[in-house]
């Protein structure tokens, strides 16, 4: 579908806003930025920035969904080729944090997930649910997990509990291993945690 010239110029500003954005989070800081210095920085009104984040952690949120949209096609072709469900699973969650850690801050991951909680019930699913749906729905087709409840149900389930994790860790980076805990998540996932479930 051809977008119409309002449509482009739209788009063009949201992604100015956010390329300027994110260049001042990441020199001066999330709580040093302010909207003004954005809009100014960006040469728009204050109001336009508002007209497209209703605040600054919007604007994060967007700068991670946009980006992780473009890698969308290599990660699902990269986590075919491994050999299991679970290899996939744990592949995705590592990779997608170690992404999120090299393009931003520790702080503005903090605000990032955050603002995903306050915005939960409002929040379409992002990215990643699609991926951990498709990776899942392999694995049924597969034979390696029961098909009788849909994929984007345990899906849900599955980044739930990744989401909580990854919360309990930015609290206290020291105390675990996010990835031992990730691996441990998509074991207690796969197997359960009745005796005898673990597998290596």
């Known amino acids: 579908m051809v977008k119409t010239r309002l449509e482009r110029k739209k788009e063009e500003t949201k ?82 944090q170690e992404w999120i850690e090299k393009e931003i801050t520790r702080d503005l991951e903090r605000k990032y997930v955050f603002y995903r909680i306050q915005t939960l019930e409002k929040s379409v699913r992002n990215v990643i649910s699609a991926y951990l749906t498709e990776i899942i729905a392999l694995g049924q087709k597969e034979g390696e997990i029961r098909d009788d409840v849909p994929a984007d149900l345990l899906a849900l389930q599955l980044e739930a509990v990744h989401f909580f994790t ?17 691996t441990l998540n998509v074991e207690l996932f796969l197997n359960g945690s009745a005796a005898g479930a673990h597998t290596v």
Do not use: C
């Open 15 to 96: 992604k100015k806003i956010i390329s300027v954005a994110m260049n001042l989070f990441k020199s001066q800081g999330f709580d040093s930025t302010t909207v003004e210095q954005i809009a100014e920085e960006a040469d728009i009104a204050k109001g336009t920035i508002y007209l497209h984040f209703p605040m600054k952690e919007a604007i994060i949120s967007e700068y991670l969904r946009a980006a992780v949209r473009e890698l969308g096609p290599d990660v699902i072709q990269a986590l075919r080729k491994l050999p299991d469900m679970r290899s996939r699973l744990v592949a995705i969650f590592i990779k997608s």
């Open 166 to 182: 990854v919360i309990t860790w930015l609290a206290e980076p020291e105390k675990f291993s996010l990835a031992d805990r990730i």
